[in-house]
């Protein structure tokens, strides 16, 4: 079993830039890749983006995702979401899931694992 945690969300204006983290604990030797997604107030959740843990670090991302950026440091088995230039519409809880399958994307179904999630707030 794989336990992944978010941390490093908080407060921030528009404009700013916010790292937050992701790091598992468990089987993470079955992970395969390792997603982003976040869900807006009254919002369904949506993919942000997401990186293979091994396969050349390779990344997919959401279309809306073009200030985001997704890195991994294995050994530290954490995970990270660089936002920049961050507007009020990014304000959401933002969660981390882990797959052992081949996959990064917007199927929630494909990923065996989700953080409890951290919550960015973006103020005008």
Known sequence: QVRPVESGGGLAQAGDSLTISCTSSGEISSVRAISWFRQAPGKEREFVGGI???DNFTT????????????????????FLQMNNLKPEDTAVYYCATTSAYYIGTDE????SWGQGTQVTVSS
Do not use: E, G, W
């Open 109 to 112: 179904a494909r990923y065996d």
């Open 60 to 79: 997919n991302y959401s279309p809306r995702a073009a200030r985001f950026t997704v890195t991994i440091n294995n050994a530290l088995n954490t995970v």
């Open 52 to 54: 293979y843990r091994l």
